[in-house]
């Protein structure tokens, strides 16, 4: 399973983004997928989790109510909306598979490149 991160870029407290994890590989659509994030100076922490069918989803604290994960496994996409962006959300984004929907990072594998979200002030 080969995991590709985009839709990151540099915008102002309060805006929108948009990041898409697109998957390949014959069992993608069986995994979890998970969105973690690395900010400067700081350990990778969960950003958002979503089941195989997309039915169950997990948010960390930090970001329920202003991030939204969903998936589209016929086009083997995992999307992150991410709104009413704040500058303590700069971070590279990252996104992995797992067999459960956890929180915990030691579950995931197959991760990708990351795409880099830059929020202004």
């Known amino acids: 399973v080969r995991l590709v991160e985009s839709g ?4 102002q407290a309060g805006a929108s ?7 390949s590989g014959d069992a993608s659509s069986r ?7 690395v900010a400067p100076g700081k350990e990778r922490s969960f950003v958002a989790g979503v089941s195989p069918n997309g039915g169950n989803t997990l948010y960390a604290d930090s970001v329920k ?3 939204t994960i969903s998936r589209n496994n016929a086009e083997r996409t995992v999307t992150l909306h991410l709104n009413n962006l ?6 590279k984004y990252y996104c ?8 915990a990072y030691r579950y995931y ?4 490149q990351g795409t880099q979200v830059t929020v202004s002030s």
């Open 17 to 23: 983004l948009t990041l898409s994890c697109t998957t």
């Open 96 to 103: 992995a598979t797992s067999a459960m929907l956890v929180s």
């Open 8 to 11: 990151g870029g540099l915008v």
């Open 65 to 67: 109510g202003r991030f």
């Open 86 to 91: 704040k500058p303590e959300d700069t971070a």
């Open 109 to 112: 594998a197959n991760w990708g």
């Open 31 to 37: 995994f979890v997928v998970g969105w973690f994030r």
